[in-house]
């Protein structure tokens, strides 16, 4: 067979060309693949790539602001950014970094505490990496290191702004005081809608308490960021870009430091609270709890042995007693029930109860007594306030009912947190039968009715709370909700917002010439020939109002007399006192409390004397006593 029958060119050119064909299609559809993918990286998703590379090259690093400072009514600075100096180490330029700790503990003081940080820190961070070693550096010892820098090569000083508080431990109830940003803050900051985690980046503090937390969001300000460029290593070359931080909004109050001074001072040692606001306003003049601290000690974090002395000490310093103290009213919730007497129409000014020394329920044995063992005899609502008549009191409870004691008190913030402008406030505690019953599952009891229209029993009010109602009574019944801060400035704006109350209410009575009944007997107390706290007014040269208190801590058994003699102290009834000034056109009102202080003529009234002088004369207190409740 020849070789022309084995062989077909047309049919093999043909098989030829239908194989370059295919194969040009394959080659055709990888290339579009190829572009394709190469068009998805660089063009969509170009900026997600481009991020990915930068991060290799450029760093975004935070810059946080300046917080912003605190101020009392007249400028006195209070909260302060002061600069600090902290010891920092980069592990890479130590040759040996433990002969070197050995060599700087003999020159400066480091804890095992700052060692043992550090080697943590040392452990989870890169070694050309900045590590703080010592925070909080004494002038003294930055100039000791900085004559011996030279011998630590590696080593390095580096300031950065720390909150201080150039008062100390004056206001830090009000103040408050920032902190290292814990855990359990980032977690809150998760949940919360008013501060934003990634707003923190680069911050160090918190506001802990009081103001400082209060007010985070605004004193704390804007994070700025600043993109530099980095080499192989992550070493920082050059700045690339850079936004600034906002500061922090300053915040100016209402409160007088000099007042609040004064009033610390004038406590002295007693577990005690003071709250001074300006009725027409209710700017909160002064807000005292005593004993306190010194708020610098928490900025740095506190070491255990300061915190546990703190929080185990029987004083409870760390407590803020003006607006978490729940104590009895006692007799200064007096005039508000004979208010709720008129208004119900229970009682008229001139109507008269016979008080022998001791009330008792109709068809029981029980009695329950008055402070003044031999009794008052015949009480108006006039002398029954200026005397503190406890009988008075108690059979106009009865008649009113708690029903109705407990919705007119309300009325005046008893039993409600006021709103003021820090946090941690408690409501006290103003009962009715729906609350028992709630929270105990019993019926309410008549004899419940008597001592709470003494301000007894279940009935709990705040000094702050008494203040406020203090206040409010002056004003005739405009209740204005309390304020620390006056006004918070923004200074990149230039501009000065003040900071206006929400929670204002009237109280309306049915007759305008009842609150001039309840003032009477007020006015009686400290300028009426009975009045409980006469002598604290003896000499002064404005007319007040005031209604003394005793609380009662340890319950006397019937029959028994109560001698503060064989009492412990921390058994010693509780003392109060609530007064305005001056009588015409109130300026200031006070409610003072003093725990286990015993009569409030004795010891509260001559301090809210003194409080109303300074504010009103600036002059030294009267030193006065008074054995009478």
Not at 243 to 249: A, I, L, N, Q
């Amino acid at each position: 067979m020849s070789s022309t029958q084995i062989k077909n060119p047309a049919r093999e050119g043909k098989i030829f060309n239908n194989r370059v064909i295919i194969a040009w299609v394959i080659m055709l559809v990888f290339l579009l693949v190829i572009v394709a993918r190469l068009f998805f990286l660089q063009v969509i998703n170009y900026e997600a790539y481009k991020t990915e590379s930068d991060k290799n090259s450029i760093a975004i690093l935070p810059i946080p602001p300046t917080r912003g400072l605190i101020f009392d009514r007249n400028g006195v600075l209070i909260a302060d950014n002061r600069v600090s100096f902290s010891l920092e180490v980069i592990p890479e330029q130590v040759e040996n970094l433990d002969l070197m700790l050995q060599k700087l503990r003999k020159i400066i003081s480091i804890e095992e505490s700052d060692l043992a940080s550090f080697k943590v820190q040392l452990k989870q961070s890169r070694s050309f990496e900045s590590i703080p070693l010592r925070d909080r550096l004494t002038e003294d010892e930055v100039a000791r290191f900085s004559v011996q820098k030279h011998r630590f090569q590696g080593m390095e000083l580096k300031s950065h702004l720390s909150r201080y508080y150039p008062l100390g431990a004056t206001g830090v109830h009000a103040i408050g005081y920032v902190g290292r940003i814990s855990e359990k803050d980032l977690k809150f900051m998760d949940q919360s809608n008013e501060l934003d985690k990634s707003n923190y980046k680069g911050s160090k503090y918190i506001g802990k308490a009081g103001l400082e937390a209060y007010y985070e969001s605004q004193l704390h300000g804007q994070t700025g960021i600043k993109k530099v460029e980095k080499n192989v290593r992550g070493k920082h070359v050059r700045v690339l870009d850079r936004t600034d931080s906002v500061p922090g909004k300053n915040l100016y109050l209402n409160i007088d430091m000099d007042l609040q001074k004064y009033i610390e001072d004038l406590l002295g040692e007693e577990r005690a609270a003071v709250v001074a606001i300006e009725p027409e306003s209710g700017n909160v003049l002064a807000l005292v709890s005593m004993p306190n601290y010194d708020p610098n000690l928490f900025v740095n974090g506190i070491d255990h042995k300061s915190y546990n002395s703190l929080n185990n000490s029987p004083d409870r310093p760390l407590i803020n007693r003006a607006i978490r103290g729940q104590y009895p009213p006692g007799s200064t919730v007096k005039p508000f029930v004979a208010l709720a007497g008129l208004e119900y129409g229970v009682r008229t000014p001139h109507q008269r109860t016979w008080c022998p020394g001791f009330f008792r329920l109709k068809g029981k044995r029980h009695r329950y007594r008055d402070w003044k063992r031999g009794g008052h005899g015949s009480m108006d609502l006039h002398s029954a306030i200026e005397q503190s008549c406890d009988v008075y009191f108690y059979e106009l409870a009865y008649e009113l009912g708690i029903d109705r004691l407990h919705s007119f008190m309300t009325r005046f913030g008893f039993g409600k947190k006021t709103g003021i402008d820090i946090p941690g406030e408690k409501g006290g505690l103003m009962p009715s039968k729906e609350w028992k019953q709630r929270r105990y599952g019993v019926v309410w009891y008549p004899g419940e009715t008597l001592i709470t229209g003494i301000g007894q029993g279940f009935m709990l009010a705040t000094p702050l709370q008494m203040a406020v109602a203090t206040a409010t009574l002056s004003n005739r019944g405009q209740l204005k909700q309390p304020r620390i801060v006056f006004a918070i400035d923004d200074a990149i704006r230039n501009e000065m917002v003040t900071v206006t109350p929400t929670q204002n209410n009237t109280i309306i009575l049915k007759h305008e010439n009842y609150w001039e009944h309840a003032i009477g007997g007020m006015k009686a107390v400290v300028h009426g020939q009975r009045g409980t706290a006469r002598r604290v007014a003896k000499n002064s040269p404005y007319r007040f109002a005031g209604k003394t208190g005793t609380a009662q801590v340890k319950s006397i058994k019937q029959g028994e007399r109560y001698n503060v003699h064989n009492l412990e102290k921390k058994y010693h009834d509780h003392a109060w006192f609530i007064a305005f000034a001056p009588l015409e056109r109130a300026r200031i009102a006070v409610s003072v409390i003093v725990e286990n202080g015993g009569g409030g003529s004795k010891t509260a009234a001559p301090i809210a004397k003194a409080v109303l002088d300074y504010y009103l004369l600036k002059r030294s207190p009267l030193v006065l006593a008074n054995n009478e409740n």
